[in-house]
């Protein structure tokens, strides 16, 4: 099963190259705070979460498997205003449209992947020390795997 989880990742890190050209991979991807700084101003992280079996097909096991990507931004407020941070946060939610979208169009370009589904989103999460923002996307991948 590890096979198709790390097809997955890879799978939906190209997707994330293809959207994105100006955002890098996190180098933390389980605590993503720790890459607050300039340096990483437009980062993501991709994390496989729980999963659990569900009917199928004879002599194949079928998974739903929760995926979570995170998007982190830096932004720059002037003493007046949060301008800045309202765009960054507005952008983030374009963001997420673009990647739902891509999501349902391709199922992320691997075969075993039946259907991606359950898209949810939390709210922005900002860290006004680091003056970052991130914001978390989970989905649901349904895939067969042989048993």
């Not at 799978?11 to 180098?27: A, G, H, Q």
């Not at 359950?118 to 006004?128: G, H, K, V, Y």
Request: glycine share 2%.
């Amino acid at each position: 099963m590890s096979s198709i989880v790390a097809d997955i990742c890879t799978e939906l890190d190209n997707t994330m190259k293809d959207l994105f050209p100006n955002k890098v991979r996190s180098k933390y991807q389980w605590d993503i705070t720790q890459n607050a700084h300039k340096k990483n101003e437009q980062i993501y992280s991709i994390r496989p979460l729980s999963l659990e079996r569900v009917a199928g097909v004879t002599k194949n096991v079928t998974i739903d498997h929760t995926f979570s990507v995170t998007l982190m931004n830096s932004y720059n407020d002037s003493p007046s205003n949060d301008n800045d941070l309202n765009d960054v946060i507005l952008g983030l939610y374009d963001d997420v449209s673009e990647l739902w979208n891509a999501a349902f169009r391709s199922n992320f370009g691997i075969q075993r992947v039946l259907v991606v589904s359950d898209f949810s989103c939390l709210e922005p999460n900002i860290d006004f020390q680091n003056k970052t923002v991130s914001i978390e996307i989970s989905f649901t991948i349904k895939y067969r795997t042989e048993a």
